[in-house]
C-alpha cells in the first residue's frame, strides 16, 4: 500500500560550476543563472546519513532523496560481503551491492535492473497533481524500470527507445494504458531515442524526465553507496561500475562526498572505476585523451558499434562527461580509470560469477566484474581494500521463469521526422 502522511524531503539546490545554492522551482534540472553547463546538486537539510525505519524500500533512504511522495512496490538494492568471488579474485574485504531479483539475499527489484532506484525518486519528485506527461528516453532498462513504476503508481509516461531493444519490455504482468512506448525504427540507436523525446518535448503538454541532469535521478541511483555503507560501515576504497552515460558512478561520488561530510564513514578518497563493452568505448576513449572534450563518433559508427555490444545499455552518445561536475570531473579528483570488456568477456563473467554467487547478472554487470578482475591482475587494488562493486541488475533467469508479457511499441517513428508530426502522433495515442 501507498505510505501516507510523507513530509516532503527539505532541500536546495547547489552549481557545481559556481558554488549557487538556490531554491528547487520544482523540476530544474540547470541553474539559469550560470553561463556554462553545469550540474546541479542537492544540498539537504539533513546533513546525516539518516535511514528510515518507518518507510518501505527505496524510500528508507528518502532523507537523502529529492520527494515529494513515496510510491508503491519499491524496493532497495541489497550489499552483502562475498565470500566466493572475494575469495576467487583474493579480496579480503569485497562487497557486491546488487540491484535485481534474488529473494534469497533480499533482493525485490521487479525489473531486476538498478534503474528502477531512478523511477522510484524521479516519479516521486513529481507533484501528485502534475498534468503534463513525463518523457524518459531509454536504451532498454531505464525504459523497463519506468514503465513498471509508472504503471503501477498511474504515472502517465511516454517512454522513447530504439526498436531494436524492444526485447528488453519485459513485465510480469501487463501494463496500464498510462504508459505508452515510442521507438526509433531498426538500426537506431539510444540517441536516437533522445532525438524522438527531445522533439515531443517541444510541446507544453509534455515534460523531459531530464536525464543525468535530474537530482532525482542521481541521487535515486546514489542510493547504491547507501546500501553498502549500512553493511561496511565505511566509505570503499574503491568503486566498480559498467557505464553508458557515467550517471551512477557520478551519483555515487556524490554521495560519498556527502557521507565524508557527515563524518562518521572516514574521508572520502574512494577511486571510481568504470568500463565499457568494446567496442563501443566513447568514455574510454575520451578519459584516455585526457580531456574533458567527448572523443568525436559519428552516428552511424555509433549505431554500429551499439548493434555489435551485449550490453546494449552501455552505448549512449550523449553522455554528461565534460559538464561541470560530470563523468570527467569524478574521474578526476579521485584519479580513477575506464576499463573495457569484450563480449567474450561478459559471458565468461557471466557464467563465472553464477558458478560463485549462485545467480545471473545482466551483461553490464558482468562488464564491472570483468573491471574489478582486471584491476586485480594489475594490482590497481590490493587484497585488503574495502571494494564496491557495483552490480547493476541480474536475476531475470528467476524472474522470467515466473512468466512474463512483451510490450510492443505503440509507435515507430523517425527522429528524422518533424516535430510538429512526431507531437500530433504521439498525442493521438492518449
Not at 510523507?6 to 543563472?33: M, S
Not at 579480496?91 to 534469497?104: A, H, M
Amino acid at each position: 500500500m501507498q505510505l501516507t502522511k510523507f513530509k516532503p524531503t527539505a532541500y536546495k539546490l547547489e552549481t557545481v560550476k559556481t558554488g549557487r545554492v538556490f531554491e528547487d522551482a520544482g523540476w530544474t534540472l540547470a541553474d539559469p543563472e550560470c553561463d556554462s553547463p553545469s550540474l546541479v546538486r542537492a544540498i539537504y537539510d539533513n546533513t546525516q546519513f539518516t535511514p528510515r525505519s518507518d518507510l518501505k524500500g527505496i524510500y528508507r533512504y528518502a532523507e537523502w532523496m529529492p520527494v515529494k511522495r513515496t510510491l508503491r512496490n519499491s524496493a532497495a538494492p541489497v550489499t552483502y560481503k562475498s565470500k566466493a568471488l572475494a575469495k576467487y579474485l583474493g579480496l579480503n574485504n569485497l562487497y557486491i551491492t546488487f540491484s535485481g531479483w534474488n529473494p534469497k539475499i533480499g533482493a525485490k527489484m521487479s525489473t531486476c535492473s538498478f534503474k528502477e532506484t531512478e523511477a522510484f525518486s524521479v516519479c516521486a519528485r513529481m507533484d501528485k497533481k502534475e498534468k503534463r506527461t513525463l518523457i524518459v528516453q531509454s536504451a532498454g532498462n531505464t525504459a523497463r524500470a519506468f514503465a513498471q513504476v509508472c504503471s503501477d503508481n498511474d504515472i502517465p509516461v511516454v517512454i522513447c527507445i530504439p526498436e531494436d531493444n524492444k526485447h528488453d519490455l519485459w513485465f510480469r504482468h501487463k501494463l496500464s494504458r498510462c504508459v505508452k512506448v515510442v521507438a526509433a525504427p531498426h538500426g537506431c540507436d539510444y540517441f536516437d531515442a533522445i532525438t524522438l523525446g527531445d522533439k515531443l518535448a517541444r510541446d507544453p503538454r509534455y515534460f523531459l524526465e531530464g536525464g543525468a541532469k535530474n537530482i532525482a535521478r542521481r541521487d535515486g541511483m546514489g542510493t547504491t553507496i547507501l546500501s553498502y555503507i549500512e553493511k561496511a560501515g565505511r566509505i570503499p576504497d574503491a568503486y566498480f561500475q559498467a557505464v553508458g552515460s557515467g550517471t551512477g558512478a557520478i551519483a555515487s561520488w556524490e554521495n560519498a562526498e556527502r557521507l565524508a561530510a557527515d563524518g562518521r564513514f572516514g574521508e572520502n578518497n574512494m577511486r571510481v572505476y568504470v568500463a565499457q563493452n568494446t567496442p563501443f568505448t566513447l568514455l574510454y576513449d575520451s578519459w584516455k585523451a585526457g580531456t574533458s572534450q567527448l572523443s568525436e563518433i559519428t552516428p552511424e559508427i555509433g549505431r554500429r558499434q551499439a548493434e555489435v555490444i551485449l550490453a546494449k545499455v552501455l552505448s549512449n552518445r550523449k553522455p554528461p562527461y565534460g559538464i561541470a561536475g560530470g563523468l570527467f570531473d569524478v574521474l578526476q579528483k579521485n584519479h580513477g580509470d575506464v576499463f573495457l570488456a569484450s563480449n567474450d568477456d561478459i559471458m565468461y563473467w557471466l557464467l563465472q560469477f553464477r558458478n560463485l554467487e549462485g545467480y545471473d547478472l545482466l551483461p553490464a554487470a558482468c562488464v564491472a566484474v570483468s573491471a574489478l578482475a582486471q584491476a586485480v591482475e594489475k594490482g590497481i587494488v590490493n587484497k585488503d581494500e574495502y571494494i564496491m562493486l557495483n552490480c547493476t541488475g541480474g536475476g531475470t533467469l528467476a524472474a522470467m521463469g515466473k512468466g512474463y508479457h512483451l510490450k510492443e511499441p505503440d509507435l515507430i517513428l523517425s527522429p528524422d521526422l518533424p516535430a510538429e508530426e512526431i507531437i500530433k502522433r504521439v498525442s493521438d495515442l492518449f
